[in-house]
């Protein structure tokens, strides 16, 4: 590669839990620069994930923590040319890819929802992808079925 690698920028903390993790699901979940509406959105969905579960002993952020872990792939597919023929050759995921993929997830299917508000929709899903269901978590295991199936492929692995 000619071009060096870009320096990787530093996330800070949110300002209620300081924690890194959730000021980059807010950067996933933010629309036009809107941070402090995201914010408002995380916020209120994990108040309402703490109202739907009020005998788990876990907390509020522990909770979507479990949720996101439950719905983080190991592994995906990628397409790989071999010869005229494109396979879908399975690899193991970059521990940043897995946490984005992950969170993008959440968020997508969260949108993808009925409900009344955002906040609404993403504590739902929350909530279901900490149960392990849910579409987020049907994403995932989707993810391992195809790699699983295509497992005859991976020493086209690059």
Do not use: C
């Not at 299917?109 to 955002?118: F, I, L, V, W």
């Amino acid at each position: 590669m000619r071009k060096t690698k870009p320096k990787k920028r530093q996330v800070l903390p949110d300002p209620v839990y300081g924690d890194v993790r959730v000021t980059k699901f807010v950067n996933h979940l933010m629309y036009d620069g809107k941070k402090s509406l995201s914010y408002n959105i995380f916020y209120t969905a994990l108040d309402k994930v703490k109202a739907k579960l009020p005998n788990d002993e876990k907390s509020a952020l522990e909770i979507w923590k479990a949720a996101l872990d439950n719905i983080t792939p190991q592994v995906e597919v990628k397409s790989r040319r071999v010869g005229g023929a494109t396979f879908q050759v399975p690899t193991e995921i970059r521990p940043e890819r897995k946490e984005s993929v992950s969170m993008k997830n959440l968020i997508l299917y969260a949108r993808r929802r009925g409900g009344k508000t955002m906040a609404d929709k993403l504590a739902a899903e929350i909530v279901d992808a900490y149960n392990s269901q849910g579409g987020a978590f049907k994403r995932k295991e989707d993810m391992h079925r195809m790699a699983e199936a295509n497992r005859a492929f991976a020493h086209f692995r690059f």
